[in-house]
């Protein structure tokens, strides 16, 4: 069964987006029942280095592995300060999601496992994807949108990833991240998490592909970032 939870949020918007990244974290965790802390892991690019945001180009989906080595979530620069927002679930409940950061407040991150029934992009292929502007998804009529082609379930990334349309009952779970002394990292997850039943449905397939189901449960502290296209095959638009 779907786990649900109460969330209360509390303190405004304006003052959270002046919190230091560190304070930002606590602030998160002590303002809502929702935010779970994982390992901090710096995102790097596919050198090793830390990534630079400057190096992400608007309209492009990236995707990294966090909090797990083999949860996938997707890294957007949408190229203009991505406010904070309350989301709302079905229940009722809210919480505050913090919006983007970077030097532009622009960049923002998803876990890419669809909250209705846990499609996720393979290395063969992906049916939840970014839309920017000038490719517009059919379905939504417009760009800026993830919208997994499974069942068309349609998010928007720019107000935490509520649900736009389609059959998901929750919000895509928002990765949280920080940005100290020009360098990115994950710290964290926002919304409704739904790794455990990930982990239960796929549990053979991620074996093989982890070798162990342990070693695709492992915890990161670091994430390479790629274009989604260097990892997955085919993908899906509809
Ligand atoms: S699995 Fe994504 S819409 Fe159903």
Redesign the pocket.
């Known amino acids: 069964m779907n786990r649900r939870t109460f969330i209360k949020t509390c303190g405004s918007v304006a003052t959270l987006s002046f919190l230091s990244p560190s304070f930002f974290s606590q602030s998160l965790k002590a303002q809502t029942n929702q935010f779970k802390k994982y390992k901090k892991a710096i995102l790097l690019d596919k050198h090793g280095n830390p990534l630079n945001p400057s190096s992400l180009e608007v309209g492009k989906q990236y995707i990294f592995f966090y909090p797990y080595r083999s949860t996938p979530a997707l890294l957007l620069n949408l190229g203009k300060e991505v406010k904070p927002s309350e989301v709302r679930l079905s229940d009722g409940s809210t919480y505050l999601w913090p919006g983007g950061v970077g030097p532009q407040k622009s960049i923002i991150a998803f876990c890419a496992i669809?909250?209705?029934?846990?499609?996720y992009p393979t290395p063969e292929y992906s049916?939840?994807n970014y839309y920017p502007h000038d490719k517009p998804s059919k379905a939504a009529k417009k760009g800026n949108v993830i919208q997994?082609?499974?069942?068309?379930?349609i998010f928007d990334p720019e107000r935490g990833g509520v649900v736009i349309d389609?059959?998901?009952e929750y919000p895509l779970l928002a990765i949280v991240l920080t940005y100290e002394e020009g360098k990115l990292y994950a710290v964290g997850t926002l919304g409704v998490e739904r790794f455990r039943d990930f982990f239960d449905a796929y549990r053979s397939d991620l074996k093989k592909m982890y070798k162990s189901f342990r070693k695709a449960k492992k915890k990161v502290d670091k994430a390479v970032v790629l274009e989604v296209e260097e990892y997955v095959k085919e993908i899906i638009y509809c």
């Open positions: 669809c909250p209705h029934q846990l499609s049916f939840i997994c082609c499974a069942h068309m379930s389609g059959p998901s």
